[in-house]
């Protein structure tokens, strides 16, 4: 064979032993890349069925466990000294556990005493009832002299229920008429002045639109239950004029008082926001099925008299909260929302009841043993102790509190933070959700420890939602807008009559009994204040230690 077909052979072998190895690379990297993927599928699909079986274990714990985020002393041993174990195994100073205690872990706490029958009936009006002896009776029965009185006994106390009735109540207007003038063919007629009416042409009166409201916001029964109830009253009264007088009287008498409530908030130093979902079946723009906000606003811990309003709007923009605080300049304490960055003239602090929530959400369903201490447990514990500070310094004045604070309290959050950072969840989880809500909120965790009145937590807001709540799930939505600013109206003045001791429906009257006259009067309207010395002695509950 020629030389030239031999190196031709050649070089055609070289290239096709070349041509091959290729392809066998080829296929190598692609067999990795497959097994890659899968690798990497398998991993996705273990995460997810992971996160899934959370998310079985999130729910099962939220219908079938106690709804109460609070821990048993005993439920994570060990971990309520996560940063300073060594310091406290070795101070001298702290008791050793008695055996009992040693044992089994017991602590007993004291009994919370029991309420006196004084203090149950403090308040009510005493009505006796005479048990005499028949006069018959009282004669000796062994000489017949006539025998004394010597004294009298309490046998039994019991309490009375006096039903709610209606009554029929007519004006009737004295009408004078001059005689001797009506001789000479003139008329002089003098009428008797009449108070004027709460709604003009209407059955309303101040006592029975309180108790109309009473029943709405205060005992959650919504108006077609209110209806059937007046049937058993004897009188056949409507939803539809139920739902005007509240309306009616809500915007005409007591938006004042909540307008002077408002300007009385904005001059605090402490407040506290929060918002919830409502519905309004008829609204411009909007379905009936569209979702709508209550927004709730409450003062602090500042040793004033406690303020609660309610607001109602359309949407959850963070421009509501910023059109209704606008001029206060203070600390506002207030969950997650990024709404509230609108809010530039104010200091905000975070809320560590729902960091904590968080952290119990992502909770395992089984809790394991102190020596697998899982994320969650660790982050639930920091807030816990914490809290655990923040119940023993709530009696004191707020530089006391604010002295005590800075005494214990930023060790606890440098050591969670720089835990916090060690942190590197799964994505999806709910431990990923607890760590980025707890990273997310640290600019404003500790703005509390400025300042003695701010609160730890947000749920002053959260209580003043509760009484909404539990309406909402009576009476579902709301019919109209007007409604909806009624109910937010007069819900603000019932759960702040509530907080400063005022027996609610008293006051509610009260203030429809006086309004008509006040209502364009400054001063007046300072004297519908909850706080006022003439409400005060009319409204306030007595009670008795």
Same mark, same amino acid.
Request: glycine fraction near 6%; include cysteine; charge should be neutral.
């Given at each position: 064979?020629?030389?030239?077909?031999?190196?031709a052979?050649?070089q055609l072998q070289?290239e096709?032993?070349e041509?091959l190895?290729?392809?066998?690379?080829?296929q190598?990297?692609?067999?990795?890349?497959m097994a890659?993927?899968?690798?990497?599928?398998?991993a996705q699909?273990?995460?997810?069925?992971a996160?899934l079986n959370?998310?079985?274990?999130?729910?099962k714990?939220?219908?079938?466990s106690?709804?109460s985020?609070?821990?048993?002393?005993?439920?994570?041993?060990?971990?309520?000294?996560l940063?300073?174990?060594?310091e406290?195994a070795?101070?001298p100073?702290v008791?050793?556990?008695?055996?009992r205690e040693?044992?089994?872990?017991?602590?007993?706490?004291p009994k919370?005493? /029991?309420a006196?029958r *004084? +203090?149950?009936?403090?308040?009510l009006?005493v009505i !006796?009832?005479?048990?005499? &002896?028949?006069e018959?009776?009282?004669?000796?029965?062994?000489?017949?002299?006539?025998?004394?009185?010597?004294?009298? /006994?309490v046998?039994? *106390? +019991?309490?009375r229920?006096t039903?709610?009735?209606? !009554?029929r109540?007519?004006? &009737?207007?004295e009408v004078?008429g001059?005689p001797?003038?009506?001789?000479d063919?003139?008329s002089?007629?003098v009428?008797?002045?009449?108070?004027?009416p709460l709604?003009k042409?209407?059955?309303?009166s101040p006592s029975t639109?309180a108790y109309v409201?009473?029943?709405k916001?205060?005992?959650?029964?919504?108006?077609?239950?209110q209806?059937?109830?007046w049937k058993?009253?004897g009188v056949k009264?409507?939803?539809?004029?139920l739902?005007?007088?509240?309306i009616k009287?809500?915007?005409?008498y007591?938006e004042?008082?909540?307008k002077?409530?408002?300007?009385?908030?904005l001059?605090?130093?402490?407040?506290?926001a929060?918002?919830?979902?409502?519905q309004?079946?008829?609204e411009?723009g909007?379905t009936?099925?569209s979702?709508?906000?209550?927004?709730?606003?409450?003062s602090?811990n500042d040793r004033?008299?406690p303020?609660r309003?309610?607001d109602?709007?359309?949407?959850r923009?963070?421009?509501?909260?910023?059109?209704f605080?606008?001029g206060f300049?203070?600390y506002?304490?207030?969950?997650?929302?990024s709404?509230?960055?609108k809010?530039k003239k104010?200091?905000?602090?975070?809320c560590?009841?729902?960091?904590?929530?968080?952290w119990?959400?992502?909770?395992?369903?089984?809790?394991?043993?102190?020596s697998?201490?899982?994320?969650?447990?660790?982050?639930?514990?920091?807030c816990?102790?914490?809290?655990k500070?923040?119940?023993k310094?709530?009696?004191?004045?707020?530089?006391?509190?604010?002295?005590k604070?800075?005494?214990?309290?930023?060790?606890?959050?440098e050591?969670?933070?720089?835990?916090?950072?060690?942190?590197?969840p799964?994505?999806?989880?709910?431990?990923?959700k607890a760590?980025?809500?707890?990273?997310?909120?640290?600019?404003y965790m500790?703005?509390?420890?400025?300042?003695?009145?701010?609160s730890i937590?947000?749920?002053?807001?959260?209580n003043?939602?509760?009484?909404?709540a539990?309406?909402?799930k009576?009476f579902l939505?709301?019919?109209?807008?007007?409604g909806?600013r009624?109910?937010?109206?007069i819900?603000s003045?019932?759960?702040t009559a509530k907080?400063?001791n005022?027996n609610?429906?008293?006051?509610?009257?009260t203030?429809l009994?006086y309004?008509?006259d006040y209502?364009?009067?400054p001063?007046?309207?300072?004297?519908?204040?909850?706080?006022?010395?003439?409400?005060?002695?009319r409204?306030?509950i007595?009670s008795?230690?």
């Amino acid at each position: 064979m020629p030389q030239s077909e031999m190196e031709a052979l050649l070089q055609l072998q070289k290239e096709t032993i070349e041509s091959l190895r290729q392809l066998v690379e080829s296929q190598r990297l692609t067999i990795e890349q497959m097994a890659k993927s899968h690798e990497e599928q398998t991993a996705q699909l273990n995460q997810t069925i992971a996160n899934l079986n959370e998310t079985v274990e999130y729910l099962k714990k939220k219908l079938f466990s106690s709804s109460s985020e609070k821990t048993k002393k005993d439920e994570f041993p060990g971990q309520m000294d996560l940063f300073n174990e060594a310091e406290a195994a070795a101070d001298p100073s702290v008791p050793e556990p008695s055996l009992r205690e040693a044992v089994s872990g017991y602590n007993r706490q004291p009994k919370k005493p /029991k309420a006196s029958r *004084e +203090e149950i009936l403090a308040g009510l009006p005493v009505i !006796e009832v005479p048990c005499t &002896v028949p006069e018959e009776d009282r004669n000796c029965p062994y000489c017949n002299t006539p025998m004394e009185v010597i004294g009298k /006994k309490v046998v039994r *106390e +019991e309490l009375r229920i006096t039903r709610a009735k209606v !009554e029929r109540i007519q004006y &009737v207007q004295e009408v004078l008429g001059c005689p001797e003038c009506k001789k000479d063919g003139a008329s002089v007629i003098v009428e008797a002045e009449t108070p004027s009416p709460l709604l003009k042409h209407s059955l309303a009166s101040p006592s029975t639109v309180a108790y109309v409201m009473y029943q709405k916001y205060v005992n959650s029964i919504p108006l077609y239950r209110q209806e059937a109830d007046w049937k058993q009253l004897g009188v056949k009264l409507g939803r539809a004029t139920l739902a005007n007088w509240i309306i009616k009287c809500g915007m005409d008498y007591m938006e004042p008082v909540y307008k002077r409530l408002h300007e009385h908030l904005l001059e605090r130093g402490v407040i506290h926001a929060d918002e919830t979902p409502c519905q309004v079946l008829k609204e411009d723009g909007k379905t009936a099925q569209s979702r709508s906000y209550m927004w709730l606003y409450g003062s602090g811990n500042d040793r004033l008299p406690p303020i609660r309003l309610y607001d109602y709007q359309p949407s959850r923009g963070g421009y509501h909260a910023e059109e209704f605080l606008k001029g206060f300049s203070g600390y506002l304490t207030c969950d997650g929302f990024s709404g509230y960055n609108k809010l530039k003239k104010v200091i905000r602090c975070g809320c560590l009841a729902h960091m904590r929530r968080y952290w119990y959400d992502a909770l395992p369903g089984k809790m394991k043993t102190a020596s697998e201490k899982p994320p969650a447990e660790i982050g639930f514990d920091y807030c816990n102790q914490l809290f655990k500070l923040e119940e023993k310094y709530a009696g004191l004045d707020a530089d006391t509190r604010k002295a005590k604070r800075l005494e214990t309290e930023p060790a606890i959050w440098e050591a969670y933070w720089s835990w916090l950072e060690t942190v590197n969840p799964t994505g999806g989880s709910r431990l990923e959700k607890a760590v980025t809500y707890a990273r997310n909120q640290k600019p404003y965790m500790e703005n509390y420890l400025l300042d003695g009145r701010c609160s730890i937590s947000n749920n002053i807001a959260e209580n003043i939602a509760r009484p909404y709540a539990v309406g909402r799930k009576n009476f579902l939505f709301h019919d109209t807008v007007k409604g909806a600013r009624s109910s937010a109206i007069i819900y603000s003045l019932v759960e702040t009559a509530k907080l400063n001791n005022l027996n609610i429906y008293a006051y509610l009257e009260t203030v429809l009994r006086y309004m008509p006259d006040y209502k364009n009067e400054p001063e007046g309207i300072e004297e519908l204040m909850p706080w006022s010395e003439m409400i005060q002695q009319r409204c306030r509950i007595e009670s008795k230690s």
